[in-house]
């Protein structure tokens, strides 16, 4: 860790001054994920891959590392109808920590192993661990047990050469540096996970096919707001006027993808054959020519 006490004394003692310089870390924090494009895409790319078996996504850390890898998992749910039970969250001091400080189970390499163990992780599994230091036992535990099982295993963490990022098949280093406040790894470090996890798990949800041209095809409609998002959405994609699309999602029971397939013109269980015929992607779906024409030529 670079030694700028001296320098954050001066900023410190300028409360101004302060307020800027850790905005500017966070700029900082931001630009050092860009490097990580390529990486994040083959990681994207490979988790889907294991994903369309029927895998799951878990997501494994301690402390601030750990809640702020919860925060981006419990949006894929609402955001793109992601199954919750194909999430898996493994929180070093369990679910009290999101709450609660619980930072002595950070070291607790066994129980990794047991959850690891115990939620039965197969090779159709991606694992995610994150840790700032990139040497948190209870991560590194569970990232080394999980590839011994066959998942996919991703490391995000804020230090190179450290052992997380050794023992996961795809390391995503964020090098962000000493933080405003010496050792707050909520700061720069946390900003940068942050934004590497949207990235990865916005990536594999685009692969997986539950966006369409920059919209949510798989968003929960759970409340009047999303109902009237959804509307949007459904005539955006299938081109229908709002009132169709209405009665699109009220003949869907609200299932988005469905509706959407209903609003261009397919009754619902044609619309649910489509769907599953091209693995619950509404692009591939509104593409494929109907199961009734499968093999006959476009001539014909």
Not at 14 to 22: P, Q, R
Not at 138 to 146: L, P
Request: aromatic residues 2%.
């Amino acid at each position: 860790m670079t030694n700028n006490t001296g320098i954050r004394d001066a900023l410190q003692r300028d409360a101004a001054a302060s307020v800027s310089a850790m905005l500017e870390g966070q700029v900082e924090a931001a630009r050092t994920t860009l490097a990580l494009a390529p990486l994040i895409e083959r990681a994207g790319a490979e988790s889907a891959e294991r994903l369309r078996g029927g895998g799951r996504i878990v997501l494994v850390g301690a402390g601030t590392s750990g809640r702020i890898a919860v925060q981006d998992g419990v949006e894929l749910a609402p955001t793109y109808g992601w199954p919750i039970d194909r999430m898996v969250f493994l929180l070093a001091g369990g679910r009290g920590a999101l709450m609660e400080s619980a930072e002595a189970a950070e070291d607790d390499a066994g129980l990794a192993e047991e959850e690891i163990a115990r939620h039965a992780i197969a090779p159709n599994d991606v694992v995610i661990g994150v840790a700032a230091s990139g040497s948190t036992p209870y991560t590194c535990a569970a990232i080394k047990r999980a590839r011994a099982a066959g998942a996919l295993t991703i490391g995000i963490a804020n230090r190179a050469g450290t052992p997380l990022l050794e023992l996961a098949e795809i390391a995503l280093c964020a090098e962000t540096g000493a933080e405003f406040v010496a050792g707050s790894t909520r700061m720069k470090a946390g900003t940068a996970q942050k934004i590497v996890l949207n990235t990865l798990s916005t990536a594999i949800m685009i692969a997986l096919g539950r966006t369409h041209d920059g919209l949510m095809t798989h968003m929960s409609v759970s409340n009047e707001k999303l109902r009237r998002r959804a509307v949007d959405i459904i005539s955006a994609i299938s081109g229908a006027p709002a009132d169709r699309s209405r009665k699109a999602l009220e003949a869907a029971c609200n299932e988005l993808p469905v509706a959407i397939l209903v609003a261009a013109g397919y009754d619902r269980e044609e619309a649910k054959r489509r769907l599953l015929e091209a693995d619950n992607s509404v692009g591939r779906a509104l593409s494929r020519r109907p199961s009734h024409m499968a093999g006959v030529p476009d001539d014909a």
